[in-house]
């Protein structure tokens, strides 16, 4: 029942990917030459106005060149011309380090505003304010004062990474169930093995989901950091090929930003999966 | 009966609701018990039996008075006063061994695993749970759960055991054989046992002493009712007993009317003396919280019973 479900949902998802490309191949594709002009005018031109041809990419021309990319992706012809596999590497650089000190810093920072009522109670009012400003209006003031446009970029990822988490892990902290506190409680256990061993594993579900959300919205901001920045990484490829006007690249880059985000989100879906227990 | 091995002495316990206004749960209760004597506490919903409970275990803290155990006034939890919790209370992400092992390194923290384990095993096999050792809660019955809790209780060898409706969520025949076993525990290794139930019946097949509250708010320990069964009688025959039915009548009396209008009929009740009931043993007086002898009530002899 399940498995003949699945394979009729891939089914449909084959059948809608092969009408979305067919349908993009004819809306791009070529026409006769609409009007002729002098030969000289027509190179300056290029087949955009010589053969009718769509100024938009086809599905065939990002496959050709996605395969070019492929086959050479971490070749590097100075600041300008890297290839995509190290300009991603530098996106999932900069959001690995921005996120990992995100992690440090608000899972213990969550453990002690949940564990004790008082400290969530005075911290409240930051979190609540800095929470919802964007993160990428940090940037003027990170390089004002970090001076480094790659490590702004990497506070921005840690400071917007940090809400969901930080969040989550008050949230999942304070609402431990109360009989398994007590159970520690009645068996004598200290305040910091109480800590690893009921607090930690009961909570790690949520912790998790908050991890997830972070991740998500990691990604998302990288590519906007980037475009400001500027120099490397996946958000820049794209802003400098819009600048060469080279859509196909821009098309590729949005697939692999795609595809990269998928993988981020699984990764840590996975780990959810593993602390996530059955009651 | 001098020895006192649990003596709780004038505990009251409020809550300050809405407005201001403090609700009394119960005041000035006093209750004892000797070292190995099993007691069930028995009154109706919300009387304030878990929360007595609490306070025997140091999980809560009394408004005012003091829990005395083996004569030292206690403050907070101990590993000597193990819990078996109501909901079982089993931490869903450890094995059946695993809940039990977690108990024994608290209590021993010196031990290496393999030691840990084994004496973790022992208990889990005496509760008959040989077999699920690797299972988690989720995968275990209620009864089983249960168990487990009874096992993880057992493994730090308390002075005292506190159950909260250990068995109230349980069909008739698993919580009979979970009372077998109880009681064949708590006899062997002479524990010390508080129970709450509200089966009078189970009470009855398990208790030497029990505890009956009357409701709340402000609810007060009205009597000490002696069980007159023998100590080694069996589920069986109970009922055969010539006293069972005088004993049980009793309870339920007490439950059905006594409960509600013990306190408006009997103004000069003293909680620091409450009554001992004896039953079968007419015109007996025994000192119980205290060494002044004391009146005692017969079933037939006190004004509420007369509906
Ligand atoms: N945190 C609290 N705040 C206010 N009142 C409370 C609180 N906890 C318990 N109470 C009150 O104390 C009283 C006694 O509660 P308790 O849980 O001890 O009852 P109980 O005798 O164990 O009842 P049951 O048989 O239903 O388990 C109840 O009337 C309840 O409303
Ligand atoms: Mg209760």
Redesign the interface.
């Known amino acids: 029942m399940t498995s003949s479900l699945r394979l009729r949902a891939g089914l449909v998802s084959i059948v809608l990917l092969a009408a979305f490309l067919g349908i993009w191949h004819l809306a791009t594709r070529s026409t006769a030459p609409v009007t002729t002009m002098s030969p000289e005018y027509a190179r300056l031109m290029g087949l955009t106005a010589t053969q009718g041809k769509s100024a938009m990419p086809g599905p065939l021309d990002v496959g050709a060149k996605l395969w070019e990319h492929l086959r050479r992706p971490f070749y590097d012809n100075g600041p300008n011309d890297k290839g995509l596999g190290i300009q991603l590497a530098y996106s999932i650089a900069r959001v690995g380090t921005g996120y990992l000190l995100a992690v440090l810093v608000a899972i213990p920072l969550g453990f002690l505003i949940g564990m004790s009522p008082l400290l969530s109670k005075a911290l409240d009012p930051f979190i609540q304010v800095l929470k919802p400003i964007s993160p990428l209006a940090w940037m003027p003031l990170a390089l004002y004062t970090i001076k480094d446009s790659s490590i702004s970029a990497i506070f921005v990822i840690f400071i917007c990474s940090i809400w969901p988490m930080l969040l989550n892990t008050v949230f999942g902290v304070a609402s431990v169930?109360k009989?398994?506190i007590?159970?520690a409680?009645?068996?004598?256990?200290g305040t910091l093995r109480r800590a690893f061993?009921?607090i930690l594993?009961?909570a790690a579900p949520t912790i998790l989901t908050g991890m997830r959300i972070s991740i998500g919205i990691a990604w998302l901001v990288i590519v906007a950091a980037e475009m400001l920045v500027g120099g490397t990484g996946i958000g820049y490829f794209v802003w400098n090929e819009w600048n060469n006007l080279s859509i196909t690249n821009v098309i590729i880059a949005i697939l692999l930003i795609g595809i990269v985000g998928m993988l981020l989100d699984q990764i840590l879906a996975r780990f959810t999966r593993m602390?996530t227990?059955?009651? | 009966m001098t020895d006192k091995f649990i003596s709780i002495e004038g505990i009251g316990k409020r809550y300050s609701g809405a407005g201001g206004a403090a609700t009394t749960v119960f005041e000035n209760l006093w209750l004892s018990m000797a070292r190995g004597e099993f007691a069930c506490v028995i009154g109706h919903s919300g009387c304030g039996k878990t929360t007595v409970l609490n306070i025997l275990a140091g999980l809560d803290a009394p408004s005012e008075g003091a829990v005395i155990v083996d004569g030292q006034a206690i403050s907070g939890t101990s590993l000597d006063r193990a819990v078996i919790f109501q909901s079982h209370a089993l931490l869903p992400w450890r094995t059946v061994l695993g809940n039990v092992a977690y108990a024994v390194s608290s209590k021993w923290r010196s031990w290496d695993r393999a030691k840990v384990r084994a004496h973790a095993q022992e208990f889990i096999d005496l509760v008959g749970l040989t077999g699920s050792e690797h299972k988690r809660p989720s995968e275990l019955s209620g009864g089983m759960k249960q168990r487990v809790g009874i096992a993880r209780a057992l493994s730090i060898t308390p002075k005292m055991m506190l159950m909260d409706e250990p068995f109230s969520a349980l069909d008739a025949l698993t919580r009979g054989t979970l009372q077998d076993e109880v009681r064949r525990i708590c006899l062997e290794t002479g524990q010390t046992a508080f129970m709450i139930t509200h089966d009078v019946d189970e009470a009855i097949y398990l208790a030497d002493k029990i505890f009956l509250m009357t409701n709340g708010p402000g609810a007060v320990l009205a009597e000490v009712v002696e069980n007159p069964l023998p100590r080694d009688r069996g589920r069986i025959d109970l009922h055969r007993h010539p006293l069972y039915y005088a004993l049980r009548n009793h309870i339920v009396d007490f439950l059905v009317t006594r409960s509600k209008t013990f306190t408006t009929e009997t103004p000069g009740h003293d909680p620091r003396n409450v009554p001992v009931v004896q039953i079968g043993k007419p015109g007996l007086t025994v000192a119980a919280a205290s060494d002044e002898p004391r009146q005692t009530w017969m079933p037939g002899s006190s004004p509420g019973l007369s509906a």
Request: proline share 11%.
């Open positions: 169930r009989e398994w007590n159970v409680r009645t068996l004598e256990v061993t009921v594993p009961a602390v227990f059955p009651e």
